[in-house]
């Protein structure tokens, strides 16, 4: 019903900066549903990174990328952004698209479809 479809990673060096996007398509997807950034790390858990809610543009980040990373949504376009400035070593990731249709927040289990991901990857 929804797909989400994630672009943009790659490999860069600490200090760079990266968008990623992700294009939401399918019958089932509204641009009144929230959507989120979650990453996940080699040997860890999925972690989430930033949301961003369609009433007001509420967003809502972590704590360990707030002040470098800016999430936006072009609803007329029905895609999600991830601008990522002064990039870690510890940014690297699989990070990975969700959306919501009623919720809005941090709670990755709240979220009902997800991206196959796009792979960021941060040399020093």
């Known amino acids: 019903q929804v797909q989400l479809l994630e672009s943009g990673g790659g490999l860069v060096q600490a200090g760079d900066s990266l968008r990623l996007s992700c294009a939401a398509s399918?019958?089932?997807?509204?641009?009144?549903?929230?959507m989120g950034w979650f990453r996940q790390a080699p040997g860890k858990e999925r972690e989430f990174v930033a949301a961003?809610?369609?009433?007001?543009?509420?967003?809502y980040y972590a704590d360990s990328v707030k002040g470098r990373f800016t999430i936006s949504r072009d609803n007329a376009k029905s895609t999600l952004y991830l601008k990522m400035n002064s990039l870690k070593t510890e940014d690297t990731a699989v990070y990975y698209c969700?959306?919501?249709?009623?919720?809005?927040?941090?709670?990755?289990?709240?979220?009902?479809?997800w991206g196959q991901g796009t792979q960021v990857t941060v040399s020093s």
């Open positions: 969700a959306t919501s249709p009623n919720y809005s927040g941090r709670s990755e289990g709240e979220y009902q479809y």
């Open positions: 399918g019958r089932g997807y509204s641009s009144r549903y929230t």
């Open positions: 961003v809610t369609w009433l007001h543009s509420t967003t």
